[in-house]
């Protein structure tokens, strides 16, 4: 489906006054752990659906030949992490993009900056959509960031306007007429015998040529999204203007009453399975309540314990998630191991765990040294035109 994350990949680091990134000193740890842990939904959706097996096979009744484990692992992702992980970095990227306004605002460049900030992310996207893996989210991130942007240059509650028009905007596409129709079942199920065959052992040339192909049939899952997308954009950078996670541990206990709603609300949404609206509605609600219960939980002095390992991959998640692109398309396509099609949802599972703790582990070295990981560095380096500093003394690296 729809995956991944931006803005929501990384907030700043660096030492640069305040019209420039975030000093590591500056940062909200909470937002980090946020990202680090949506980081791993994303991650394990992306190589359970998308790596180890067709995009489209999703769409087709499955469950046949797999073990009572693979069903259940599968159900449970679907059910509680899924589209909830792609929703919490929409949550985050309007949170970014709200911070970098803001500390942009004594910047008499600050348009022009977060324009160029969402060139750049297109061009990445562009480039890991067709050169690297067709799941990519960047492109359509950073085309609905050009669509939130001017939205933040009017008050709070017109970001609250805006979130609640595309959200019913999304919630009205399946009764419009489709701007692009939809593959049909036919199509999709020829295209995954061609998938499994290419992928499992074509060569790189004939893999980078069908991976261009698929992205015709994949702009469907796009465009049904973007509303949704931009809603969540909006209703980021909605939380942010409330000053609500700036002073986070001074509102925990309402935080924590959100979370409950959010939670309970969407899980009852998603199980509702005979009403489309709160099925749809459900990822959003759900992603609210685990937002909240993150955020609220890192306040207290034994979340932060409990969860703090993640705010290094949240500081580098951009990075990470191109890296995982890179590693999931040697381990599972025919120019590396060519696992595509031979692992059930466990075992593709797994892999994608011995990665996510890897990149735990290399993020956390990493930041000890650096101010930005290498991603995050070029972005920011393109967008304000000048190399950023990257070498981190000891003492400050740790922040």
């Known amino acids: 489906m729809i995956r991944g994350g931006a803005d929501s990949l990384t907030q700043g680091g660096g030492p640069r006054p305040p019209s420039g990134p975030i000093r590591p000193l500056d940062r909200i740890d909470a937002i980090d752990v946020l990202r680090g842990l949506a980081l791993f939904g994303v991650l394990a959706i992306n190589v359970v659906t998308e790596f180890r097996v067709s995009i489209f096979q999703q769409f087709l009744a499955n469950g046949s030949g797999m073990s009572a484990l693979d069903r259940a692992v599968e159900d449970f992702l679907m059910l509680a992490v899924d589209l909830k992980a792609f929703a919490l970095f929409s949550l985050l990227f309007g949170i970014g993009l709200a911070i970098q306004f803001e500390r942009l605002a004594s910047n008499p460049r600050r348009t022009l900056l977060l324009v160029r900030r969402l060139i750049v992310l297109l061009a990445i996207g562009v480039i890991h959509l067709f050169l690297i893996w067709n799941g990519d989210i960047l492109t359509e991130y950073a085309l609905a960031g050009f669509v939130a942007l001017p939205f933040l240059f009017g008050p709070r509650w017109l970001l609250a306007a805006g979130s ?13 007429p489709p701007v692009v129709p939809f593959p049909d079942a036919g199509w999709i199920t020829q295209h995954i015998a061609e998938a499994r065959e290419v992928y499992g052992s074509g060569r790189f040339s004939e893999i980078l040529a069908f991976r261009i192909r698929e992205v015709s049939a994949i702009l469907p899952l796009h465009i049904f999204i973007f509303p949704r997308t931009v809603a969540l954009f909006l209703f980021g950078a909605f939380a942010w203007r409330t000053g609500i ?12 009453g959100v979370a409950a709603l959010g939670i309970v609300t969407g899980a009852v949404s998603t199980l509702a399975g005979d009403s489309r609206v709160l099925s749809d509605l459900a990822p959003v609600l759900l992603a609210l309540g685990y937002g909240a219960a993150v955020i609220a939980l890192v306040n207290l002095p034994s979340g932060q314990h409990l969860l703090g390992w993640a705010a290094p991959i949240g500081r580098m998640a951009f990075t990470n998630y191109l890296a995982q692109s890179v590693v999931f398309g040697w381990i599972f396509y025919s120019y590396g191991l060519g696992l595509f099609g031979r692992l059930g949802v466990t075992a593709a599972l797994a892999i994608g765990i ?6 735990v582990a290399f993020s956390t070295w990493w930041l000890r040294r650096y101010w930005y990981g290498p991603v995050e560095w070029l972005w920011r380096t393109l967008m304000y035109g000048v190399p950023q500093p990257m070498q981190a003394t000891p003492n400050r690296a740790r922040a």
């Not at 609640?164 to 419009?176: D, E, K, N, S």
């Not at 011995?354 to 990149?359: D, P």
């Open 164 to 176: 609640i028009v595309f959200l019913a905007l999304y919630l009205a596409m399946p009764l419009l």
């Open 245 to 256: 996670l700036r002073r986070a541990s001074a509102h925990k206990f309402m935080l924590f």
């Open 354 to 359: 011995v990665v996510y703790a890897v990149q």
